[in-house]
């Protein structure tokens, strides 16, 4: 089966850089993508890796080892904006739609 | 480009009643998916439409959720009758097209349910 493990809460200050973790056990692993969630809001992508090492968009990253089944996102230069949920999810049955990770609430803190 | 459309945004019913709740996904969009999310968790598949076709029903509790997607566009995911436990955020989401794997997924706003 599948499952990914997030952290369920992560506090950072503003400004900062803030790493946020998941770890996966699949088989059949095609790659790993990242949506942010706002409270009461849509999910929305931000980044997919289907390839070993790291993303860059901007002030977000995302890192993949398939070899350690083990992604991450990376946040620069934190802003209170970028409270939010963060999942990590995987596409599954043969490609066809996502399962997701159990989220990581981000708090920034002044 | 419109994003996905979902209404109502709330709704609270006694449980035992039934409900609806509409998509509208982005024009073009074959691929329809209907999630689940609980509170604190990410969100779960219930069914994925290709086109009008339930190709992925695995997930949806059919003694009480019934969905529908007439002439491949709007789709509409029914709950009768409702229970306390079914008391969470119904998202729609859309993408262009089936053969490639799906890694973004374009989310609706979501209907908040909540049985009382």
Redesign the interface.
């Known amino acids: 089966g599948q499952s990914l493990e997030q952290p369920s809460e992560v506090t950072a200050v503003e400004g900062a850089i803030v790493q946020i973790n998941c770890t996966y056990q699949t088989s059949g692993f095609y790659g790993l993508s990242w949506y942010q969630q706002h409270d009461g809001g849509a999910p929305t992508f931000l980044s997919y890796n289907a390839l070993d090492g790291l993303e860059e968009t901007g002030r977000f990253s995302s890192f993949l080892s398939r070899s350690d089944s083990y992604g991450y996102l990376l946040l620069q230069e934190l802003q209170m904006k970028d409270s939010a949920s963060y999942f990590c999810a995987e596409p599954t049955g043969g490609g066809n739609k996502l399962t997701f990770g159990t989220g990581t609430q981000l708090k920034v803190e002044l | 480009e419109a ?2 459309v979902q209404s109502p945004r709330y709704k609270i019913i006694e449980k035992k009643q039934p409900v609806a709740f509409w998509c509208n996904p982005i024009s073009g969009h074959n691929t329809l ?1 209907w999630y689940r999310q609980n509170l ?6 219930l069914i ?1 439409y290709e086109n009008e076709e339930a ?2 029903d695995s997930q949806l509790p059919k003694d009480r959720f019934s969905a529908e997607r007439l002439k491949g566009v709007d789709s509409t995911l029914k709950i009768q009758p409702a229970e306390l436990g079914d008391s969470a955020v119904y ?1 729609c ?1 859309s993408r262009r097209r ?1 053969g ?11 209907t ?1 349910l909540t049985v009382t």
């Open positions: 994003g996905v998916y604190g968790q990410g969100p779960e598949l994925r190709v992925d998202l989401a089936a490639t794997v799906t890694y973004e997924q374009y989310f609706g706003p979501g908040r």
